[in-house]
């Protein structure tokens, strides 16, 4: 039993580092190696090519990406991209929830200016 789950760990591990390979930027490569030079590596000598590339990607993204402390251990499959593009949830729209609350205010205006009518018409009559 103890091979078995070293055996699927070893798997899981080359299995992760050819993903993260083959998502991985070509101008973001790790030690300038070509992307598909390190997919082959992940490949080839599965377990410890795979361990070094994933080490070697570490290192490159820690040294890219300061401002958080460190990289994602997970690289890109985990890496926040910020916002990305495409339509928005209305509630996420600034300039969607400026023209709502106008015309809100607009038809609250309309209201008291149809309700004022209203009380001056009946008082005249």
Not at 11 to 20: D, L, N, S
Not at 37 to 44: A, N, S
Not at 62 to 85: A, I
């Amino acid at each position: 039993m103890p091979r078995l789950i070293a055996v699927l760990l070893l798997v899981a591990i080359v299995v992760y580092a050819f993903i993260v390979a083959v998502r991985m930027d070509p101008k973001k490569s790790p030690a300038g190696i070509n992307k598909w030079v390190w997919v082959i590596f992940t490949i080839l000598p599965p377990v410890i090519g795979s361990i070094i590339f994933l080490v070697a990607n570490y290192v490159t993204n820690s040294k890219n990406n300061p401002r958080r402390g460190g990289p994602d251990f997970l690289g890109p499959l985990s890496r926040d991209q910020g916002p990305r593009p495409g339509p928005m949830a209305p509630d996420d729209d600034p300039d969607f929830l400026r023209e709502l609350e106008e015309e809100l205010r607009r038809a609250q205006y309309d209201k008291k200016l149809r309700d004022h009518e209203d009380d001056s018409d009946s008082s005249s009559s």
